[in-house]
């Protein structure tokens, strides 16, 4: 290193910043220890006819069974067991489950009430996280479990199978021995001190690599071979950067496969895909336009990894935090991302660390070469040429011909998540950005939209239609994250934390809001809500906000200004900058857009977290309201209000509200959904606040909220709470994990109704409620509903209450083509939009 130091500082100073960055990662594994818990299982292997051909001890009541069970080298976390239980909704009693010792000792136990277990399905027993109980394989131990006043008039049972392998041993039933063995496997956590071996080795490799004398190298193969002209002119240290240089699309594709989970065994494997062929093909070009900008192979390729790494990471996150990969639609609200990007913590998993380790490693070994002068004006000026034809190439392969989908390669458009690993991040990517584009329907025409459109007239105003006719004030509220978790499945609280909404009957209408998101996005059931359109036609996770919004558009702002209200503002206490709103709120009939600094300016600020409360935002409501009555008295009053206080990121990055109400469920473990849970308390809390003093104003007044989409918590706790993967939800379910609460209160007489629906019919439906005036597109809508109830992103549900995925063909089909013509026409084809359709005359 001394002589190195002599003749070349510059590359002595790579060499030391190299070492740092490998010592900096040794330091980083050990940090991040407590990630390096690798899941084992205990289970005796069975035929997949053995498995759906179960003995099934019935028994109703009280029972005992005993399963003896060899242990295994680590922590035992949970167990899954196989039941009978046909109709557990009705069925009653509980079921618990001890593990023993050869001695009889109880050394942890969970229980399950009979209704949460699902009949064949594998049911999950978690023990209790505040006590380690380590077994060995060496010991023999007990499962008890134990039924307690179990009654389900259709039957109950427990799996049992002939199988016992080396780990099952005697199984009794109350004492008695019985045949076979428990439908029964143990999950255990142990410490993976292999993965953490593994990653030093690379970092020890790294470490060698960085060390290697690539100048005595060369000078022995001189002497080898004197004489040799090739002999005079090698340079190893050139040889490896251009070996780094043509590999470094190759560890792309091998970084982004490790942050998808892939092995490198896996990663061999996929070699010859064409799924790797054309992530391969992705990081080329993107290498080829890198070096012709930078001219040095050798930062080229370090870019190009540190680009890789980063969108990655950020892709690692994003699916962390909603359950979905990012897409080319997010590149549309990343303003909006980065608004609320403080609000998560940031932590990685194995697969994470091991992303980290593979860049690191990468990095310093490229680091460490010696750097070349670039090509010379020749060479540059092909290397331009080849980028050009590069991109034309990638333009024609995934956006102008069908080359992708001939080869087999398939996009999950609705649930990306499906294939996004599969097909490999840089190829998921691009082809979410070729759904970007919103296709005419097939056979559109204006004139067959205007066809459609017949007999729907808009009715005429003259602008004063609403102090004459005395119609309601209407307050709109989008209320962020409100949602009923008792959609998706049962579960026991301490208390109810919606009572004041469960309890609103007395002229209430309420039910399910259907919407086309799940834990982020909120604007788009904003843009279903405000303008009747619906994200079924749109691509996935598109935002129109950002997209489509740029001209005059038809909403229900619009309607409530043509007929004289007064106010017609939005509120939203948080950031302007969010989702486009000021330039779309204008384009939608709004005068004003009041954000978190107008209710710093009044002193409606009070705090949930690091939030704006809901009790502040609605104190604002009742405050515009009272000086908007003393402005401009006769004129009723419109709003349309988003709040913020129940935002995701509930693990306490932005605080902390005390859980007072607990769940209780057996099944049901999430400290996110607790604090979600009484931050909706506090929503329900203010909402009363709200209604209680407008039941005090003379002036009859509309109030609507709705939630915009269920709360971002762990996939975990809801694919417990629904029983069934989130990632591989029947519609029915998948629809109910789409739903929120809506609620329509009035200080005055109106029908007490149910009434479920998705969000685009909710503004025509109170349109028609308070007795305004509609565009002839609410009443197409109005008729719309009675036929096709719901329809949104996920589903759509016919007047037969069936639920159906959304490209699914049934006697609606019809129907939902001639909404996707007017909607089109409404949206897209502005030049021949019929305004005296969509506005009011």
């Known amino acids: 290193m001394r002589k190195l130091w002599e003749n070349d500082k510059a590359q002595f100073v790579r060499k030391i910043i190299a070492l740092l960055l490998v010592v900096f990662g040794m330091i980083f594994v050990v940090v991040n220890k407590d990630v390096y818990y690798s899941r084992h299982k205990s289970k005796v292997s069975i035929s997949s006819e053995a498995v759906a051909n179960p003995i099934v001890v019935s028994f109703q009541g009280d029972k005992v069974f005993e399963q003896e069970f060899r242990g295994w080298n680590g922590q035992l976390k949970y167990s899954m067991i196989r039941f009978s239980n046909q109709g557990n909704q009705s069925a009653t009693g509980l079921i618990t489950v001890n593990i023993l010792d050869k001695d009889r000792n109880v050394l942890t136990t969970s229980s399950r009430d009979v209704s949460t277990i699902m009949t064949t399905k ?26 307690t006043g179990v009654n389900n008039p259709q039957g109950f049972g427990i799996f049992t199978y002939p199988q016992k392998g080396n780990l099952y041993g005697t199984l009794t039933e109350d004492g008695t021995p019985i045949e076979g063995r428990l439908g029964a496997t143990y999950f255990y956590s142990y410490y993976n001190f292999r993965v953490v071996r593994d990653m030093y080795i690379f970092f020890i490799l790294a470490i060698l690599f960085i060390c290697i004398p690539f100048g005595k190298i060369d000078e022995f193969i001189r002497n080898k071979f004197s004489g040799k ?6 340079d190893t240290n050139k040889i490896v950067t251009r070996i780094f240089f043509f590999a470094s699309p190759f560890l792309c594709v091998m970084l982004a496969d490790r942050f998808n989970g892939y092995f490198v ?25 890198l070096y012709t900008l930078i001219n040095r192979a050798q930062y080229a390729s370090m870019l190009l990894l540190i680009i890789v790494f980063a969108a990655t990471i950020a892709n690692y996150y994003v699916w962390e935090f909603r359950g979905c990969p990012i897409l080319a639609t997010d590149l549309q609200s ?41 090509a010379g004006l020749k060479r540059r000026g092909l290397m331009l040429i080849l980028s050009i034809a590069a991109v034309y190439l990638f333009n024609f392969v995934f956006f102008q011909s069908d080359f992708v989908k001939n080869r087999g390669i398939k996009a999950e458009v609705w649930h990306p998540q499906v294939r996004y690993a599969k097909n490999g991040t840089a190829l998921s990517f691009v082809l979410s950005w070729s759904y970007t584009k919103v296709e005419v329907p097939k056979g559109y025409t204006a004139k067959k939209a205007r066809k459609a459109m017949e007999g729907y007239e808009s009715d005429d105003v003259s602008g004063d239609e609403a102090s004459k006719e005395n119609m309601p004030n209407v307050i709109a509220i989008m209320n962020e994250s409100l949602a009923d978790f008792t959609y998706d499945g049962k579960i026991q609280l301490t208390e109810d934390y919606l009572p004041f909404i469960h309890s609103l009957s007395e002229d209430t209408i309420k039910g399910k809001l259907y919407v086309s998101i799940e ?57 302007f900058s969010g989702w486009n709103r000021t330039n779309v709120y204008p384009l939608m009939g709004f005068d004003n857009f009041y954000a978190d600094r107008y209710y710093y300016e009044h002193g409606n600020d009070d705090l949930v977290r690091n939030y704006i409360s809901d009790k502040s935002d609605f104190q604002q409501i009742i405050d515009d309201y009272k000086a908007a009555k003393s402005a401009k008295g006769d004129a009723p009053f419109y709003l349309f209000n988003v709040t913020m206080q129940n935002h995701g990121g509930y ?34 809390d203010a909402f009363k606040m709200l209604v209680s003093y407008f039941q005090t104003v003379d002036e009859p007044t509309l109030i609507v909220m709705f939630g915009d989409h269920q709360p971002p918590v762990e996939n975990s706790f809801y694919s417990d709470l629904i029983g069934k993967d989130v990632s591989n939800l029947p519609v029915e379910k998948q629809a109910s994990w789409y739903a929120t609460p809506y609620i329509i209160w009035a200080n005055y007489d109106i029908e007490e109704q149910e009434l479920d629906m998705s969000a685009n019919y909710l503004s025509s439906y109170l349109l028609q409620l308070a007795g305004m005036k509609l565009t002839g597109y609410n009443k197409y809508l109005l008729d719309l509903q009675k036929e096709i109830p719901v329809i949104s992103a996920v589903c759509y549900q016919g007047a037969d209450g069936k639920f159906h995925e959304i490209d699914e063909k049934t006697k609606y089909t019809k129907k939902i083509e001639e909404y996707k013509m007017i909607q089109y026409n409404n949206l897209f084809d502005i030049e021949n939009r019929n305004n005296a359709f969509f506005f009011l005359q």
């Open 651 to 684: 693990d306490g990055k932005r605080g902390y509200v005390d859980t007072k109400i607990k769940i209780t469920s057996d099944n049901l473990s999430s400290d996110e959904a607790e604090q979600y849970i009484n931050l909706a308390k506090m929503s329900d």
């Open 265 to 289: 065994a896996q990663m061999l494997d996929r070699i010859w895909s064409w799924g790797f062929v054309l992530n391969l093909f992705i990081y080329v070009v993107i290498w080829f336009v």
């Open 519 to 575: 834990g982020a996005n909120t604007a788009n059931s904003e843009f279903e809500f405000l303008t009747g359109n619906t994200m079924a036609f749109l691509p996935y996770r598109c935002i129109p906000y950002n997209l489509y919004i740029n001209d005059e558009t038809a909403a229900m702002t619009q309607n409530m200004k043509a007929t004289g209200y007064y106010g017609n503002n939005a509120y939203h206490p948080y950031l």
């Open 122 to 147: 594998q049911c999950k027993f978690e023990y209790d996280k505040d006590i380690d109980v380590i077994l060995s394989n060496q010991e023999m131990y007990i499962m008890q479990v134990i039924a």
């Open 229 to 234: 002209t090739w002999a005079e002119k090698v």
């Open 334 to 374: 990343a303003k909006t991302a980065m608004n609320v990007a403080a609000n998560f913590s940031y932590k990685l998993d194995l697969t994470g660390v091991w992303g980290v380790v593979y860049i690191i490693t990468f990095t310093s070994m490229l680091l460490s070469l010696k750097g070349y002068k670039g």
